[in-house]
T-cell receptor, first 115, second 111 residues
């Protein structure tokens, strides 16, 4: 296993279009997280899953955003009716759950540009 | 989760130790200190974490003061590849396990 994989690496879309990103976590990790990072800022938490259950969503996750993790494996993050303010790096991370101490492994992210 | 305070930027000469400080004066008893770094255009990379005792791994050492209100990440022999933004994060076990990143310290290793 080579780590957390995110696709695509880059996405340019026109305002108003829908986009979907995919994250493949490390296979034995049952927790999966989505973060967003804008220029000059640290990553901001969006949502996380334990197996297939979405356990928490940040207020940053507006109703135009939806995330799924069917069967507890890969996850998708969809943004509907994209806006220029959605331009950011979208990061996925995964971790095992062994009492909550473990750190995450992050993917390299998907950079979204809305024009 | 407790907030952390880090210097915005630091420089370090190549081959010397890089000491990155972090203040977390409101840390509570069950909160751990974590360090991540982010090299340009990559996802953050986990470095180390600790609760009370000093910790060392192949990447770095973490020194936590006795009152746990501050800590220092030490990169013993900095290389140019250590140039990155370093994030100090405090996290408890009962917060859903998400990390709240601040803006970190931008470390530049100078040849």
């Amino acid at each position: 296993d080579t780590g957390v994989s995110q696709n695509p690496r880059h996405k340019i879309t026109k305002r108003g279009q829908n986009v979907t990103f995919r994250c493949d976590p490390i296979s034995e990790h049952n927790r999966l997280y989505w973060y967003r990072q804008t220029l000059g800022q640290g990553p901001e938490f969006l949502t996380y899953f334990q197996n297939e259950a979405q356990l928490e969503k940040s207020r940053l996750l507006s109703d135009r955003f939806s995330a799924e993790r069917p069967k507890g494996s890969f996850s998708t993050l969809e943004i509907q009716r994209t806006e220029q303010g959605d331009s950011a790096m979208y990061l996925c991370a995964s971790s095992p759950y062994r009492g909550g101490v473990d750190g995450y492994t992050f993917g390299s992210g998907t950079r979204l540009t809305v024009v | 989760d407790a907030k952390t305070t880090q210097p915005t930027s630091m420089d370090c000469a190549e081959g010397r130790a890089a000491n990155l400080p972090c203040n977390h004066s409101t840390i509570s008893g069950n909160e751990y200190v974590y360090w991540y770094r982010q090299i340009h255009s990559q996802g953050p990379q986990y470095i180390i974490h600790g609760l009370k005792n000093n910790e060392t791994n192949e990447m770095a050492s973490l020194i936590i003061t006795e009152d746990r209100k501050s800590s220092t990440l030490i990169l013993p022999h900095a290389t140019l590849r250590d140039t990155a933004v370093y994030y100090c994060i405090v996290r408890g076990l009962n917060t859903g396990n998400q990390f709240y990143f601040g803006t970190g310290t931008s470390l530049t290793v100078i040849p």
